[in-house]
């Protein structure tokens, strides 16, 4: 009985230790830290829903996808889960971040605070899925490889119809305002534009109550109706000087 007892127990117990390292090599595309069934979320999220800090490492940081909902465990960590909202990137939340290249913002999200995505040399693509009410200053500055905002994945400026941002500063790397970008946002009073040279069609038009438009670049298309029906629209400027 030794004989054969001995040599079971030791199959026995690499079949475990294998099993075991099988385990902690499961990729993890997510970025996340996953322990048995449990997701770490690698964020600080507060009382309001608002990401405070994200916290990078070079397998979550180049293609990111914010979590719409988290839950927080028993030792009060931020898990996966349904229990809570994400609403609010918040100041510096991805700033200075040299790895990302693209990010995802779920339909949650409903603002962008100061400096969010500040100095994000590599960020190419965001596609945002929300009606975001606010976004902050400089939310996108010093971003030069940024040619994407995007909520169906087009070259240029869309993001989903808004009724409650009443500004709007076009990051300066964006260089292309696809057809209807800012059609039917009835909050929308003003909107810096600079370094586009494409404005597509209808891409401002139906904005009820915007006022003022600043350009300052020298466009190479204007899109058919790109200003209809914008019937409070009293100054149209244009800095580049002929």
């Known amino acids: ?40 979320l690698p964020y600080e999220i507060d009382n309001t829903g608002c990401i405070k800090r994200f916290y990078a490492n070079e397998t979550n940081s180049v293609n990111i996808t914010i979590p719409a909902t988290y839950s927080i465990d028993e030792e009060g960590r931020i898990i996966a889960g349904k229990a809570y909202e994400v609403k609010t990137i918040g100041n510096h939340c991805f700033a200075n971040n040299s790895l990302i290249k693209s990010v995802q913002i779920p339909k949650s999200i409903t603002t962008i605070e100061d400096y969010a995505f500040y100095n994000c040399a590599n960020i190419s693509t965001i596609n945002i899925t929300s009606n975001i009410v606010s976004i902050g200053k400089d939310a996108f500055e010093l971003c030069p490889k940024l040619k994407t905002i995007t909520n169906n994945g087009k070259n240029g400026l869309v993001i989903d119809t808004n009724n409650n941002l009443t500004s709007f500063i076009i990051p300066r790397s964006i260089t292309k305002i696809e057809n209807n970008s800012f059609s039917n946002w009835g909050a929308l009073a003003t909107i810096s534009i600079e370094n586009i040279n494409y404005i597509g069609d209808n891409a401002f038009s139906n904005c009820q109550n915007l006022y003022h438009v600043s350009i300052d670049s020298c466009l190479s298309y204007l899109g058919t109706n790109a200003f209809a029906n914008c019937e409070e629209l009293i100054s149209l400027t244009n800095k580049i000087s002929n």
Do not use: H, R
Request: glycine share 8%; charged share 10%; hydrophobic share 35%.
């Open 1 to 40: 009985m030794k004989k054969i007892t001995i040599p079971f127990c030791i199959l026995c117990l690499a079949l475990l230790f294998g099993l075991t390292a099988c385990s902690n090599n499961n990729d993890n595309s997510n970025g996340t830290e996953n322990i048995g069934q449990t997701y770490y």
